[in-house]
């Protein structure tokens, strides 16, 4: 790997005319993969493309004047300095806001690149273009916002946050969700049929991080081989799935870690407290994301809570 520092001003050019052909193909990358869901943003980085094209073809010009037509293959790997993007097609399903920070990073970055190779390039010409490269990326994000503007109706923004919206529902929230109202309500019948049936804050511990892990378990392979989510939106499956066993550990493990505590009555209180958090935290997240009132998303997980929770504790007391 070669510093910057040691780069000729061939190698410079060469360096240029490779990030701005890499610019140019991560931009198409991101309109392709928004064009479905966000085909108004994807216009805006397809302009942003043509733009780095503009930019590839004014550099190899200048190359060619001064160094001839062979240009030697250096890439941003090669040399130090340059932050590592991770590739575009290992973001699936791509995220509006994903593209937009990387954008914003990528001009940015090229811009210092410019600027740096302006300040050691001799050649008049080709420090004149370097120049003026590092300010037409100083200005893209504002070419950007006038994209923004001309394509980006507020109709069309709003139609765009809303989609953006359903997909962070589909593939997030639901199997998040679904977990969690899976850990927090199917796991109280065996911890606290455990507790009352041995009064032992230990025994009901290990009943609880087993029924707790177990849920988690199943519940993400469950969710991981529901549908692979080519037709439904709803993302990559084992994402999926990761969410969902994650959460429904997570809302087990709330009401079992009470039991720490050696105290029984003690112990039992405030895993009562927390599993009342629990049911309340439920609700907030269906009136938020799953636009369910609040009151009728209460009274829907509390009965289901209460009704699990007596079950745990009349067969434990039997």
Not at 85 to 111: C, D, F, K, N, Y
Not at 144 to 161: F, I, V
Request: negative net charge; contains cysteine.
């Amino acid at each position: 790997m070669r510093t910057f520092e040691s780069l000729t001003e061939r190698e410079i050019l060469a360096l240029a005319i490779t990030l701005e052909e890499e610019d140019s193909r991560v931009y198409a990358d991101f309109a392709e993969g928004l064009k479905e869901s966000f085909p108004a943003t994807a216009q805006i980085f397809e302009g942003m493309r043509l733009e780095e094209v503009g930019h590839r073809e004014r550099l190899f010009e200048a190359y060619r004047q001064r160094f001839g037509e062979h240009i030697p293959l250096l890439r941003r790997e090669d040399v130090k300095g340059f932050v590592r993007r991770r590739p575009v097609w290992l973001i699936r399903p791509l995220g509006l806001e994903v593209a937009r920070r990387q954008a914003s990073t990528m001009e940015e970055e090229t811009r210092r690149f410019y600027e740096q190779a302006a300040k050691r390039t001799q050649d008049l010409g080709i420090r004149q273009l370097l120049d003026t490269l590092a300010e037409e990326e100083r200005s893209h994000e504002h070419r950007a916002d006038e994209l923004e503007k001309e394509k980006l109706q507020p109709a069309t923004r709003e139609q765009e946050e809303h989609a953006a919206r359903r997909l962070f529902v589909l593939q997030v929230v639901q199997p998040g969700l679904a977990g969690l109202m899976d850990g927090s309500v199917s796991t109280l019948a065996p911890v606290f049929a455990a507790a009352f049936a041995t009064h032992k804050s230990w025994d009901a511990f290990l009943v609880g991080m087993a029924a707790s892990i177990g849920a988690g378990i199943s519940m993400g392979f469950a969710e991981a081989l529901s549908d692979d989510g080519s037709l439904t939106g709803r993302g990559h499956p084992w994402i999926r799935g990761v969410i969902c066993g994650l959460m429904t550990t997570l809302g087990g493990i709330g009401h079992t870690l009470p039991f720490l505590i050696k105290n029984f009555g003690m112990a039992t209180s405030v895993a009562v407290v927390v599993v009342a958090i629990e049911l309340f935290a439920i609700s907030l997240i269906r009136h938020k994301y799953m636009d369910t009132p609040f009151l009728a998303a209460a009274l829907q997980v509390v009965v289901g809570g209460v009704l699990v929770f007596i079950t745990g504790i009349l067969i434990g007391s039997s």
